[in-house]
């Protein structure tokens, strides 16, 4: 079961992710990112990393995330691979204080 | 002169260690803009590390991140030298006679002590010697290992406790497919342990497992995970800690506990799963008998608790015990080293040394930070590191200076038998072939003969 990118990561896309994964699976457009699925080896390594808990293991999804498993798997394959840290999209600080997971 | 990094004059660095970090580092280095030689000096004939003698053996897609290294290591800029050790095949001031800098990234390769009397007694040890044992380390492939008692102890509930916990409840069945070491396999193939107890100090929203590692123990042929459901009733801090949405692993990992503590015993082996509990002494007569624990409790503010002795003590029989409680790194010669904390002082990955008229030094991975965080927490560890290494380039002069040749001679005089990548693809291919009959990814290589006498391709 790979790991996906869900919601929290549109109009954010802070990137620390891309510095974790050990095998460059992480693609990305303007507006969020992606996980390959083939490429992630289920390490979990970029679930602590994003400051928004955008990336869960497929099995943790709720009914109403599972939609990102197929986004990430054809989006993925249609986007560059990121591998070095982007600037985050503008409002993306207010956005996670908004979530509930701004700097305490 | 021209600056170092420029066509006529590359930067030119050696980085000590093929695990994880001196990989990533490798790779930040290559991804720069200035023109780059990095060599890879590992004291195995055989490269990646903790990826092949750490990741278990039935996690197989996580070794997979060692094609990521194998990419890296196919890149002309790059040179790969195994079978070469820091302090007795080269010095550090040879090496800074060949390179502009050095990334030391040599992990942490010993165990920390539990402190308590009886801890060295018989049938007693640290997790690296069992974890390298199964993986098939030739420091640890001779060691041998107790099975024959009914009960098994491990200290400890980080990843590595688990991964040990897993591979002792596994069947032959389960495991035979992996690349495990056959010596390993056999042995466990007999063994009688069917009681494995896994103890924490703290409770159980403390815990650190990884949830995916932690359901695995859920799902196994033929061990059920335990719980005793009196841990779980919370207190307020617990409560609040459970709470924090910044910590969703914790309700994950208490819901897996849940499931645990109501789960009925209807498989031949156990795994129970203990928290406040403290290790006191290890007894026995000649070899282990009996591990004495003493019951703590928490104290101290939310998110901030630590467990303390409440003086009730118990025991538990076993004739093995593993303990996983923290690695430290081991000191290099000439290398100032803090024993506390088992790391080099660095700031920033730059270690705080001087050295006239030498070359820079630099930290990267669990010799810099400590054995905390994953494979790939090591690949932002080691960017970091080599930002500091660029950004001091300017420091560094204008000096040539002559890289993997002087390097190559250095060692051809000491008559020192080094291997190439192209040598570990040799011997990569060997343990692959092995495998095949057995339907394993790959037999290992255990001795260092064998792997150098593989590394030259004749059969």
Not at chain 2, 285 to 293: A, D, M, R, S
Not at chain 2, 402 to 411: I, N, S, V, Y
């Amino acid at each position: 079961m790979p790991h996906v990118v869900t919601g929290n990561c549109s109009d954010c896309r802070f990137t620390d992710c891309v510095l974790v994964c050990p095998v460059a699976c992480f693609h990305g457009d303007d507006h969020r990112m992606y996980i390959d699925p083939i490429a992630c080896v289920d390490c979990a390594a970029c679930v602590p990393a994003c400051p928004v808990h955008a990336i869960s293991e497929s099995a943790d999804l709720s009914q109403d995330q599972q939609m990102w498993v197929q986004i990430n798997a054809y989006k993925s394959g249609n986007t560059p691979v990121i591998r070095s840290k982007q600037t985050p999209l503008a409002g993306a600080e207010e956005r996670r204080a908004a979530l509930g997971y701004g700097p305490s | 002169m021209n600056a170092i990094g420029s066509a006529d004059n590359p930067l030119r660095v050696a980085v000590i260690g093929s695990g994880p970090s001196g990989f990533y580092a490798a790779e930040a280095l290559l991804q720069s803009e200035h023109t780059t030689e990095v060599d890879i000096l590992e004291r195995l004939p055989v490269p990646y590390g903790l990826v092949r003698y750490g990741v278990a053996p039935d996690h197989a897609r996580l070794k997979d991140v060692a094609n990521t290294y194998a990419e890296i290591a196919r890149d002309p800029r790059l040179s790969f030298v195994g079978n070469v050790t820091f302090g007795k095949d080269f010095t550090l001031r040879e090496l800074a006679d060949c390179y502009h800098a050095v990334i030391l990234a040599t992990g942490a390769a010993t165990d920390r002590k539990l402190g308590i009397p009886g801890e060295d007694i018989q049938g007693s040890h640290a997790a690296t010697s069992f974890v390298g044992w199964y993986n098939g380390h030739p420091d640890y492939r001779d060691l041998v290992f107790d099975l024959s008692g009914g009960s098994a102890i491990i200290i400890g509930q980080g990843n590595v406790a688990i991964d040990v916990c897993r591979i002792l409840a596994k069947s032959p069945d389960e495991l035979r497919k992996t690349d495990i070491a056959a010596h390993a396999l056999d042995a466990l193939a007999e063994s009688r342990i069917r009681e494995i107890h896994l103890i924490g100090r703290r409770g159980p929203v403390q815990s650190r497992f990884t949830s995916k590692e932690l359901r695995e123990l859920g799902q196994l042929s033929e061990c059920d995970p335990s719980v005793d459901p009196n841990d779980l009733l919370l207190s307020d801090a617990c409560k609040s800690e459970l709470a924090d949405v910044r910590e969703p692993t914790r309700a994950r990992n208490f819901d897996a506990f849940r499931s645990f503590a109501s789960r009925q015993q209807e498989k031949p082996k156990c795994c129970r799963i203990h928290f406040f509990l403290s290790p006191r002494e290890a007894r026995g007569e000649h070899k282990l008998e009996e591990l004495v624990l003493e019951r703590t409790r928490l104290v101290g503010a939310a998110g901030r608790q630590e467990a303390v002795g409440t003086g009730q003590t118990l025991s538990i029989k076993a004739g093995l015990m593993i303990r996983s409680v923290g690695y430290s790194g081991r000191a290099l010669e000439g290398i100032p080293f803090d024993d506390a904390r088992g790391t080099i002082p660095n700031q920033n990955g730059r270690a705080e040394m001087t050295l006239a008229g030498k070359c820079p030094v630099y930290v990267a991975g669990w010799i810099k930070r400590g054995p905390t965080g994953i494979i790939g927490t090591n690949r932002a560890d080691s960017l970091a590191t080599v930002a500091t290494l660029l950004a001091d380039l300017p420091t560094f002069g204008s000096q040539q200076k002559p890289g993997r040749e002087a390097f190559a001679f250095l060692l051809a005089q000491r008559a020192t038998r080094s291997v190439s990548f192209q040598g570990w693809e040799m011997i990569d291919q060997a343990e692959k072939a092995r495998g095949t009959p057995f339907g394993k990814p790959r037999e290992k290589f255990t001795r260092i003969p064998e792997m150098l006498a593989a590394s030259t391709g004749r059969p």
